[in-house]
């Protein structure tokens, strides 16, 4: 990556970390605020999943013909729509799947142009520390966001939020872009994606199934744990906002040591450890309680925090080091096909299932219970695997 792709990467990072920790960060617990049960935010994310998958087609196709600098600023009008539409329409079930529609845009266009610009930045010697200082820069501005959210949400009006946040996307637009920076050439030499081959996708590594699964606990963790979280803030914006820092700061002090680490030790011997510790910590979810000491309660959320960002940090040096090995810029687009479009099935009938049956708190225990266990799929993630993955879909 050159030195200009490098810089371009960690500004459209900063920003867009700074503006999801904002509001688009707060989104479950908001529609949670507004009387939305489990089953109208499963049909929410359901809608997102489809959005996403919808508009990676046309991101995969707009990257051959457009420049990276126009890719970001839709990246950036995505997000500034989805606020105005929170702010504009009165909210039901329709309204509600509209927007869950236009989040999955949002976060097809910044996640997936995001994932191309870091690929490019790593090789496998590095790429458990550079995805941990990743982690780790997202941390920093993502927390200055969630401050400044918080704080706008529980004391002044929505259009505040609304004004700050544009503003910051336009000023951003323009501090990124005045140099017009290039996509990587790595990117740019692929051709999109068709239908067949996505279908026909597999490997020795257990891939597809692992794209299945991940975007289920990618929304368990960030929708459903943090109304969990939201609710034993007492509902309270501003104090969600504090919590989640000082989670941030004991466990992102514990991450520094590990991810500088991680690249030197034994790669199967971390992953195993990881993908434990975080089927335990959807156990510790599940027996989360606030009847808990105050003590044990906050001990209880710094392991989940901490056993979760160690594990993102295992997968995705394995995802990336993977990516590497066989299909380049075409195995993160497949993972974002698979993942999100088993999103849009399986929340959609959670969504449906939650209408049959009483959606409320306990619903979530349940869901944290049947994560514990999933959860140890991921060890099938390159337990044995193969020089090259379909060859009908090998880089030429």
């Known amino acids: 990556m050159t030195t200009s792709n490098k810089r371009t990467f960690y500004q459209y990072l900063a920003l ?7 509001f688009p960060f707060y989104i479950p617990v908001y529609l949670w605020k507004q009387n939305f049960g489990i089953g109208d935010i499963s049909f929410f994310i359901a809608f997102a999943g489809v959005g996403f998958t919808a508009c990676l087609w046309i991101w995969d196709h707009l990257r051959k013909s457009v420049s990276l600098s126009s890719m970001i600023g839709l990246s950036l009008a995505l997000e500034v729509a989805l606020l105005v539409n929170v702010y504009v329409l009165e909210m039901n079930q329709l309204i509600l799947l509209i927007l869950g529609f236009t989040y999955g845009a949002y976060n097809c266009f910044y996640w ?39 704080v706008l949400l529980e004391k002044t009006g929505f259009i505040t939020l609304l004004l700050v946040s544009t503003a910051l996307a336009l000023a951003g637009y323009f501090f990124i872009t005045h140099n017009k920076p290039p996509y990587p050439v790595s990117l740019a030499q ?20 692992i794209f299945i699964i991940d975007g289920l606990f990618l929304f ?5 744990w943090l ?30 040591l590990l991810k ?39 001990a209880s959320l710094v392991m989940v925090a901490f056993c979760t960002a160690f594990f993102r940090l295992a997968l995705n040096k394995r995802f990336y080091d993977l990516a590497k090995l066989t299909l380049s810029h075409d195995y ?26 009483e959606s409320s708190e306990s619903l979530l225990v349940v869901i944290y219970w049947c ?14 695997g193969q020089k090259t993955a379909n060859p009908e879909l090998t880089p030429k």
Not at 16 to 22: D, Y
Not at 191 to 206: C, V
């Open 16 to 22: 867009h970390s700074l503006l999801i920790g904002i």
């Open 112 to 150: 997936t142009t995001l994932r191309a610009l870091f690929f490019d930045l790593v090789d496998e010697g590095s790429s458990g520390r550079k995805y941990g200082n990743f982690q780790i820069f997202v941390g920093a501005s993502l927390q200055i966001g969630i401050i400044i959210g918080g």
């Open 190 to 209: 692929n051709d999109s994606l068709k239908l067949p081959a996505i279908l026909r996708f597999s490997d020795n590594y257990h891939s597809r199934l």
């Open 220 to 224: 368990a963790e960030s929708f459903f």
């Open 227 to 256: 109304i969990t979280l939201f609710i034993i803030a007492h509902e309270s914006f501003a104090t969600l906002g504090v919590m989640i820092l000082s989670l941030a700061v004991i466990f992102g002090i514990l991450f520094f």
């Open 260 to 298: 500088n680490a991680i690249d030197r030790l034994g790669k199967r011997r971390v992953y195993i450890l990881a993908v434990f510790s975080y089927a335990a910590s959807w156990a510790l979810r599940a027996m989360t309680d606030t009847d808990l000491s105050l003590e044990l309660l906050y």
């Open 332 to 357: 993160l687009v497949l993972k974002s096909y698979y993942t999100q479009i088993i999103v849009a099935i399986l929340f959609g009938l959670l969504g449906v299932y939650s209408y049959w049956h």
């Open 371 to 384: 994560s514990a266990v999933l959860a140890l799929l991921y060890l099938l993630y390159g337990s044995h």
